[in-house]
């Protein structure tokens, strides 16, 4: 092993300067991204629970402020449109999505071409 005018081998700091590189290529990003994934979740966990409550209050409105219009034989009918609410809710997420796919996806074929 050569030996530098320091006094350290040229070995070791070959071994330092690949363990550097690697922690930087490789831990600092899967850091970053535990990071980003963990905000994610968070954020996704709070609007289902708050989509989740908001249907929950759509269906007491319905129920206690209707009157007398949903009693009876009808006493399934806020629970109907709640799901129709809801179901419009997730198809506009739904539509949304492919649309940000399709212009996500449209930018990436226009970047390719030379």
Known sequence: MANDSAGGTTVTELKELLVTYARQQTVDPVKALGRYLGFGLAGAAMVGLSSV???LGLLRLLQTETGSTFTGNLSWVPYLLVL???????LVILLTIRRAQRQNRGVVQKSEVP
Do not use: E
């Open 53 to 55: 409550f908001l249907a």
């Open 84 to 90: 129709v609410a809801v179901g419009l809710g997730m």
